[in-house]
């Protein structure tokens, strides 16, 4: 999935602005088939796309129309690459893909992840204007796109930026950046903060993935070091670990 500045017929026929194409391939690099989304007179970007356990994909973003702020934007699609749904924050279809609730100010940089149940959780950042800090922001949708658990601030006083999320067994965890090191956080499916976990330091593109056991990993670049955080639910510490030199 990515962004394109024209049709997938290699016309440029929306007039030059960002569309959505999503693309599915064999595992010997075959096409199977591609699907584009937009409209002219907006601009898109895709920032994540994840697939749940039947398959379906979800790929977020953020949508602008001409000069207004940035939205953020979720697409679901199903295996077979038809558009399931795009919904506004009551939960209904609708044409234009806004998802949040806070439309004041700047709300990008967005990143989603799929539920065992087939439902999904946005998380973005938002800069609403009324003060100076950026906001983490969240929203669960169950597996028909409506919203279960509304639009809530997860960041502490500090604020944050760079939100990435995944999911693991009957939780979903949260890291972000902050002005002096990363917050991972931990969420039960009733969007309860479950654990909180600060790593201080020069830490730069934190990432998040769930591993087998329901324990996760936090990947960053930490003092010009790539290094990686080893969480268990069961513990409340953290093992970190040296995986190479950086820059």
């Not at 693309?23 to 920032?47: C, I, L, P, R, S």
């Not at 931990?186 to 654990?195: A, K, R, S, W």
């Not at 909180?196 to 936090?218: A, F, W």
């Amino acid at each position: 999935s990515g962004n394109t500045l024209g049709g997938l017929d290699g016309n440029n026929t929306q007039n030059g602005n960002g569309l959505i194409f999503l693309g599915k391939f064999t595992a010997d690099g075959k096409k199977v088939w591609f699907k584009q989304y937009g409209k002219v007179g907006e601009h898109y970007e895709v920032h994540s796309m994840v697939l749940d356990t039947d398959d379906n994909i979800y790929i977020s973003g953020w949508i602008g129309f001409g000069g207004m702020d940035a939205r953020p934007l979720i697409l679901k699609y199903d295996k077979d690459g038809n558009l399931v749904g795009v919904y506004d924050p009551d939960g209904k279809e609708v044409d234009t893909a806004l998802a949040n609730l806070t439309t004041e100010g700047s709300q990008e940089h967005s990143d989603v992840v799929g539920l065992n149940d087939g439902g999904f959780v946005l998380v973005w950042e938002s800069e609403s204007g009324d003060d100076s800090k950026v906001k983490i922001m969240v929203q669960q949708y169950d597996k028909d796109g409506h919203i279960v658990v509304p639009e809530m601030e997860i960041s502490d006083s500090d604020g944050g930026d760079a939100p990435r999320i995944h999911s693991f067994g009957e939780h979903y965890g949260v890291v972000y950046n902050t002005y002096d090191g990363i917050v991972v956080k931990e969420f039960d499916l009733n969007g309860n903060e479950t654990n909180m976990t600060k790593i201080q330091g020069d830490i730069v593109n934190p990432e998040i993935t769930g591993l087998d056991d329901n324990s996760y990993v936090v990947g960053y670049i930490k003092d010009g070091e790539y290094k990686v955080a080893l969480f268990n639910q069961e513990e409340s510490d953290y093992k970190e670990v040296k995986i190479a030199d950086g820059f």
